[in-house]
């Protein structure tokens, strides 16, 4: 009993923290800054490493026994290979979050994530489904709640005001409304909101593989046991690819002649906005990180079909920050209508995850 209490209270504030960790990229203060998405993900890297240490005054729950214990200092190089997972994808869940919208980006990737796992499971390390055609319905409701929760969240249509032309630069910005765009608006919202639809399928593809290299870590070295190889190899990937735009960033002509210059790389890389970047990106970081030790804790205490199912709720969390605080989706009907695609995307979810039949599949 007490550890199926450690459970729930363990996938509560996993549920809060993954539906929450990407908040701070929509505060008021935040946005007009435009923060390269390397740099938002740097912030939560260097918490994914500060925090990584709490998993040694975690209790690690056995099952064979019923006792808790703490886990010992292990260390696999996977965690490079999840690392080259996390960061690149964690970086594109930034780029959606801007340019998508948190409602929308965050439940595309969290349903990818169950797709992509499910996929690892049966086509990899061969595990089997309890009952395909229940399998099979799971995932036509992920996909069909996914369309519309994309379809819903773009708001009720609203036929522009009619304005009268009195004056010559009205007549102008009538002829030419691409020259009449705010500063720093380079592309139209649906062009923007579809690249940031992109990089959310990207994260749900590419980084819904993060704990997939766990599978292959010397049993010591899995479970909590497997947070620091994580934090390590998220910490070299991220530093790896600074120093990769570092290098991109370098090239350059003087006069007709290309070359590499370390001043010239060095001056055109992103800034981090450290005075009012650090809170917010921190929190974000912070937030993720306790996410992720807490979903490890729910899945290995209530197991993979009820704890990854709970832990999925966070789509739901992240829906509702975007619909009611940052007023992302506009019209009742609207909003009715995102948030029974999204439940009957969750519906999808649990089903799927229900019907893998899976002692230790990988989590996210």
Same mark, same amino acid.
């Given at each position: 009993m007490p550890g199926l209490f450690v459970g729930y209270v363990a996938a509560f504030i996993a549920t809060a923290c993954f539906g929450s960790f990407a908040v701070p990229v929509k505060l008021p203060q935040i946005v007009p800054l435009n923060v390269h998405p390397l740099a938002f993900q740097s912030y939560k890297t260097l918490m994914c490493v500060a925090t990584a240490w709490l998993c040694f005054v975690v209790p690690v729950y056995d099952d064979e026994d019923g006792t808790w214990s703490f886990v010992g200092f292990e260390y696999t190089p996977w965690g490079i290979i999840s690392g080259l997972f996390w960061v690149p994808g964690g970086a594109m869940a930034i780029y959606a979050v801007q340019n998508a919208g948190l409602a929308v980006a965050q439940g595309t990737w969290s349903s990818l994530i169950v797709v992509v796992?499910? *996929?690892? =499971?049966?086509? /990899?390390?061969?595990? $089997? /489904? $309890?009952? /395909?055609?229940?399998? =099979?319905? =799971? /995932? *036509? =409701?992920?996909i069909s709640g996914l369309v519309g929760m994309s379809v819903f969240s773009e708001g009720e249509k609203q036929a522009p005001p009619v304005k009268t032309l009195n004056n010559e630069n009205d007549r102008s910005a009538l002829l030419a409304p691409e020259l009449q765009t705010p500063e720093g608006e380079k592309e139209k919202p649906q062009k923007s909101r579809a690249r940031g639809l992109a990089a959310a399928v990207f994260n749900g593809l590419w980084g819904g593989s993060i704990m997939v290299p766990m599978h292959y870590a010397p049993a010591e070295a899995s479970g909590m046991g497997y947070v620091i190889s994580f934090a390590v190899g998220a910490g070299l990937v991220t530093i790896m690819l600074w120093v990769a735009l570092l290098i991109y960033s370098g090239w350059g002509c003087d006069g007709d002649k290309k070359n590499w210059s370390f001043r010239r790389g060095w001056s055109k890389l992103p800034s981090m906005h450290v005075p009012t970047m650090v809170g917010p990106g921190c929190l974000a970081g912070g937030l993720w990180a306790i996410g992720n030790i807490s979903s490890m804790v729910t899945v290995q205490v209530l197991g993979e079909a009820v704890g990854y199912s709970i832990c999925q709720t966070s789509l739901l969390v992240s829906g509702l920050w975007g619909i009611f605080y940052f007023q992302e989706v506009k019209g009742f009907r609207q909003r009715i209508l995102w948030g029974s695609s999204a439940i009957v995307t969750l519906l999808g979810i649990v089903l799927l995850t229900a019907e893998h039949d899976s002692e230790a599949a990988p989590s996210a």
């Open positions: 796992s499910f *996929v690892w =499971g049966i086509l /990899v390390f061969d595990e $089997k /489904v $309890k009952n /395909v055609y229940l399998a =099979g319905l =799971g /995932v *036509v =409701g992920l």
